[in-house]
């Protein structure tokens, strides 16, 4: 099923690509060599396209996982577009948080590549080794937040403003609730969320759907459980159980796979009143009528300004970030099920949010211990996982993503509870 839903994305993408110079075409593809559990798709011969970029992407999985597959959609959008070459492309799939990662950026060094990419925040530590060691070559590790922190002029972070989309898919979720409230179907506005890790990134991510929730339902009450993996098919299916189990009817994530839709959909085919909310693809292949929409990123838009930057000798940021107004972020088409009056309301928080009259965490909308918060700090300067400088909230509201790419909002605020957080 996934690789049907990369099959029609990847024809998507041939079909919405971004120009930003040549218009000569190529795609990934060469020779093929497997071993240690990771994969490598090399080009081979010079730069047919006569380019001065090679990219090498080191990535942590490969196109039938909905992240990684987001990524490889973006790398090749931007590379179509910007007119390079099969050979101009090293790709590194399935490789691993650890020393192989190290071993992947050397290879791609020696293999010619002048920009380096790796997917994964845990890739980030041997990211930065190899930076250190090449400083002739561009490295960016992309979610992650330790290029500042670096002062290496060749490590970059870029990351995107998830949380923007969060929000708007929180506002679909709201509205269906509010619908199946005001039939009488739902009489507790109990959401339940499946997420990966305790990280600001998933925090924020889930805070941001919370409220756009909220902004619909003012009632509405989430808990999250926790799965301490990135991508778990089962591990993310019977948390969703767990959670819809204890009474929630809508169930977001910040998960990769389809575990949790999946659950969904069959309890919902069960007879429960029970909805998803999915990340990173359109979950409307595993659930056909439960899958209300998905959060998502178009990575393309960052590649592309990066590939642009090294083809004419410009810089790219020590850290990216951008969400609706560049169109880096999105949610996927809308599910049959949806409430009414969900478009009109969708494109009312986009614009909103574009125009920079909607601010996700508008301090005004939320509490911590029941008091309103009035100072949060934004940058982890020693490492313990917990912002200690750099004031956040500023004329009303906090600025995610705006000091460093990587998001940063760790507050727990009133409203949501963590099952399984320690």
Not at 112 to 121: R, V
Not at 177 to 204: N, Q, R, W
């Amino acid at each position: 099923m996934k690789k049907y839903l990369a099959l029609l994305l990847a024809l998507v993408m041939s079909l919405a690509l971004v120009a930003c110079g040549s218009k000569n075409a190529g795609t990934s593809g060469g020779s093929t060599t497997s071993g240690g559990g990771s994969s490598t798709s090399t080009s081979t011969g010079g730069s047919s396209s006569g380019s001065k970029l090679k990219v090498g992407a080191i990535l942590v999985g490969d196109e039938n996982e909905g992240y990684t597959f987001a990524h490889i959609d973006g790398i090749r959008k931007a590379a179509q577009a910007c007119g390079l070459s099969d050979s101009d492309i090293a790709w590194y799939y399935n490789i691993p948080e650890n020393e192989q990662c190290y071993d992947k950026c050397i290879e791609a060094v020696q293999a010619g590549c002048n920009l380096i990419i790796t997917n994964s925040y845990s890739h980030q530590t041997y990211t930065q080794q190899a930076a250190e060691e090449h400083p002739e070559v561009e490295f960016v590790a992309m979610t992650g937040d330790t290029a500042l922190k670096s002062g290496l002029p060749n490590f970059h972070n870029a990351f995107n403003y998830t949380f923007e989309s969060r929000y708007v898919s929180g506002i679909v979720a709201g509205m269906k609730l509010k619908e199946l409230m005001d039939a009488g179907k739902v009489t507790d506005p109990y959401i339940g969320y499946v997420g990966a890790f305790p990280y600001a990134e998933v925090v924020s991510g889930y805070t941001g759907f919370f409220l756009g929730i909220k902004s619909i339902v003012p009632t509405a009450h989430m808990d999250v459980q926790y799965t301490n993996s990135w991508f778990n098919i089962q591990d993310e299916g019977k948390a969703a159980e767990a959670l819809m189990a204890r009474g929630c009817v809508i169930i977001g994530q910040h998960a990769d796979s389809t575990g949790a839709p999946k659950a969904v959909q069959t309890a919902k085919d069960n007879g429960k009143v029970v909805y998803s909310v999915g990340y990173n693809i359109d979950m409307l292949a595993a659930a056909p009528t439960a899958a209300l929409t998905s959060s998502s990123n178009d990575w393309s838009v960052f590649y592309t300004e990066a590939f642009k930057a090294m083809l004419s000798g410009g810089k790219i940021p020590t850290d990216w970030a951008k969400g609706y107004e560049a169109g880096a972020v999105y949610i996927t088409p809308l599910g049959p099920e949806v409430a009414a009056g969900t478009a009109e309301a969708v494109k009312a928080a986009e614009d909103a949010i574009k125009a920079g009259t909607l601010h996700v965490f508008d301090t005004s909308t939320f509490t911590v211990g029941g008091a309103p918060v009035t100072s949060a700090l934004t940058f982890d300067s020693d490492g313990d996982w917990t912002p200690d400088t750099n004031e956040g909230i500023v004329d009303g509201y906090y600025h995610e993503s705006e000091y460093i790419s990587a998001p940063s909002f760790s507050l727990r605020i009133d409203g949501i509870t963590e099952l399984n957080n320690g």
